[in-house]
């Protein structure tokens, strides 16, 4: 059974940060790529940032140099540091699975249950 744990969203001002976490089981983690998505109120899921199972990651435009993710292939686990924030972070964000970084939420295989960022202004 495919079970994800994600952890770490709450309220923070703008310019703070948070780190989330994602931990899993029941599927082989090292081989396949984590995401982060986000949705916000009334917008479409975005991809935020994908790790590949040997480490290589995509930021999307709008995090680039604010936020890193990172994995722990013995631990089963995937963690997004999240720097600088913006009122415009705030959305539910949501951990995922794939063998592959695709680019639409369809194609992701497995989904966490999303955990809340709020930024304050």
């Known amino acids: 059974q495919v079970q994800f744990v994600e952890s770490g969203g709450g309220l923070v001002q703008s310019g703070g940060s948070l780190r989330l976490s994602c931990r899993t089981s029941g599927f082989a983690f090292d081989s396949y790529a984590i995401a982060w998505f986000r949705q916000a109120p009334g917008r479409e899921r975005e991809k935020v940032t994908c790790?590949?199972?040997?480490?290589?990651?995509i930021y999307a435009d709008s995090v680039d140099g604010r936020f890193a993710i990172s994995r722990d292939n013995a631990r089963n686990s995937a963690w997004l540091q999240m720097n600088n924030l913006k009122p415009g972070d705030t959305a539910v964000y949501y951990c995922a699975a794939d063998p592959f970084c695709g680019t639409s939420k369809d194609e992701w295989e497995y989904w966490g249950q999303g955990t809340q960022v709020t930024v304050s202004s």
């Open positions: 790790i590949s199972y040997d480490g290589n990651h």
